[in-house]
């Protein structure tokens, strides 16, 4: 059974940082592209960035391009999503999803205010 779980969201002041986790079951996660999507609230799902398969090949959404960096951990079978200089804009649900399935999981919420 696929499996993603999302975490590492909260609360954070403007221009501070956070990082997300998103654990995988079900398949191994170096043979396959991932990408993080997020959801404002009120707004449809918004591309972040995307992770290739193999050689950890990363492009991003203009929006965050130079603030975040997402990478994996092959051994733990996770994604990560590392966010600095975060703007009250950032504030959204963000889910971790398959790129040929979009299996994704339920997300985490991160709220960027002061």
């Known amino acids: 059974e696929v499996q993603l779980v999302e975490s590492g969201g909260g609360l954070v002041q403007p221009g501070g940082s956070l990082r997300l986790s998103c654990a995988v079951s079900?398949?191994?996660?170096?043979?396959?592209?991932m990408s993080w999507v997020r959801q404002a609230p009120g707004k449809g799902l918004e591309w972040v960035g995307t992770?290739?398969?193999?050689?950890?090949?990363?492009i991003y959404a203009d929006s965050v391009k130079g603030r975040f960096t997402i990478s994996r951990d092959n051994g733990k079978n996770t994604l990560y999503l590392k966010m600095n200089s975060l703007e009250p804009e950032d504030t959204a649900v963000y889910y971790c999803?398959?790129?040929?399935?979009?299996?994704r999981g339920k997300g985490t919420q991160v709220t960027v205010s002061s």
């Open positions: 992770i290739n398969s193999g050689r950890d090949f990363t």
């Open positions: 079900g398949f191994t996660l170096i043979v396959v592209a």
């Open positions: 999803r398959e790129v040929s399935t979009w299996a």
